[in-house]
């Protein structure tokens, strides 16, 4: 990890200081159990350039090399599931494209070192689109993207779910960041309250019914079909 300060003008503009290795650490090993779970999601909202997704992958990557180093291709289905399961947003650009690089140069390493000849130039790109998809640039606060200046926008910030549903199969689904962090409307008195002010979560736009548990789940923006992993930029930005 480098120095926790770029400069003085970052500080006074954006109070941007990077946590140190120790309290990065230290923090994460209060939810050890949780970073060493392959598909346990992490989202950080102030991400910078990767101080704590970095060590969480790195800590996900070691249980995947544990338990899957002598079979290449379950290696490498497992490290892209650790990759889809790590979400960051920041609000300034230099720092998302930092932090998604070297998140890509850990996660290359290890699986170039695990799986040697067998690895795949096209489960590479994989992992760069993913990273994409999963940190973004924008104002945590807000839950809207930024512009070059840094300013908010008027669009939501919008994150992709990465499922394994079938063998190698991984489904992409769209979820807005506000919707997903709004209290979940459970009741109707909750309905009435937001209907005096025109709010969507009333008229249902945001979400869905649980067939199983019958209570209302955020609704994805977009659903693409399941398609191999290693093919999954082909669905475009």
């Not at 991400?47 to 338990?67: H, Q, T």
């Not at 170039?112 to 998809?133: G, P, W």
Request: contains cysteine; charged residues 30%.
């Amino acid at each position: 990890m480098g120095r926790q300060v770029k400069s003085k003008q970052r500080v006074a503009d954006h109070g941007e200081v990077f946590t140190a290795e120790r309290e990065v650490n230290a923090m994460l090993d209060l939810v050890k159990q949780e970073t060493e779970r392959i598909d346990s999601r992490f989202l950080e909202p102030a991400c910078g350039d990767g101080n704590f997704l970095v060590e969480i992958l790195r800590r996900k990557l070691a249980v995947v090399k544990s338990k899957y180093r002598k079979s290449p291709a379950d290696y490498e289905q497992n490290a892209v599931l650790a990759v889809t399961s790590i979400y960051g947003v920041d609000i300034l650009q230099d720092n998302v494209e930092a932090c998604r690089e070297r998140l890509f140069q850990m996660w290359g390493k290890e699986y170039t070192a695990n799986c040697k000849k067998e690895t795949s130039d096209a489960c590479r790109e994989a992992v760069r689109y993913i990273l994409r998809r999963n940190i973004l640039c924008g104002n945590a606060l807000t839950m809207v993207k930024v512009d070059e200046a840094g300013q908010d926008t008027e669009e939501p910030i919008v994150f992709s779910e990465w499922s394994f549903v079938t063998g190698a199969l991984l489904k992409r689904s769209d979820y807005r960041l506000d919707v997903l962090l709004s209290e979940n409307p459970q009741d109707e008195m909750y309905d009435m309250q937001f209907s005096l002010f025109g709010d969507d979560v009333a008229n249902n736009q945001n979400w869905v019914i649980d067939p199983v548990t019958h209570q209302r789940m955020p609704k994805p923006i977009r659903e693409y079909p399941a398609i191999h992993y290693r093919r999954v930029q082909e669905y475009g930005e």
